[in-house]
């Protein structure tokens, strides 16, 4: 089976635009969003495998509430949780910034920012990269397999509460 470059239901049906929706709490006067999406992985998908999650601004601040929810993925298979590579900004090897290779061999809910500082867990997220300033392009959440290939694949659902300065 070849590498899968998956993206959610929602964000293929809006051609990878997701629009979030806005919550009822607020982070310095700004409201925050969440995206949320779903994605069947398919049996036997690859490790290097990747979720698309969210497209978000630079300075969005992650909420500590978001997750990735996922069905018994198979023996050994983990996720990763971090920002797609992209040369053009400076941002790469940063694909397990938010969450190191969790455990996903049997249904889990994984905390989307599990790997963040409890003292960088407000900052916007250029600065939790290590970028010396803002980026003038949007930022991918992905999610990235790896472990083992996905034995009989399966659902995944995510939430991404965040806001921005």
């Given at each position: 089976?070849?590498?899968?470059?998956?993206?959610?239901?929602?964000?293929?049906?809006?051609?990878?635009?997701?629009?979030?929706s806005a919550a009822s709490f607020h982070h310095f006067n700004?409201?925050?969003?969440?995206?949320?999406?779903?994605?069947?992985?398919?049996?036997?998908?690859?490790?290097g495998s990747t979720i698309s999650?969210?497209?978000?601004?630079?300075?969005?601040?992650?909420?500590?509430?978001?997750?990735?929810?996922t069905a018994a993925l198979g023996a050994s298979v983990t996720l990763a949780i971090g920002i797609a590579d992209d040369a053009t900004i400076g941002v790469t090897g940063k694909t397990a910034v938010l969450n190191a290779a969790t455990d996903v061999s049997s249904a889990a809910?994984?905390?989307i920012g599990a790997a963040v500082a409890l003292a960088n867990r407000y900052k916007p997220l250029w600065q939790i990269?290590?970028?010396?300033?803002?980026?003038?392009k949007d930022l991918l959440?992905?999610?990235?397999?790896?472990?083992?290939?996905?034995?009989?694949?399966?659902?995944?659902?995510?939430?991404?509460?965040?806001?921005?300065?």
């Open positions: 089976m070849a590498i899968e470059l998956l993206a959610g239901d929602f964000v293929l049906a809006k051609e990878a635009k997701a629009v979030p700004n409201p925050y969003k969440a995206v949320m999406d779903h994605v069947t992985i398919p049996a036997a998908a690859d490790i999650l969210a497209r978000v601004k630079p300075d969005s601040v992650l909420s500590a509430l978001g997750f990735l929810q809910v994984v905390p990269l290590g970028l010396t300033e803002k980026p003038s959440i992905v999610a990235t397999q790896a472990g083992a290939a996905s034995a009989g694949g399966g659902d995944v659902t995510w939430e991404i509460p965040f806001t921005s300065y």
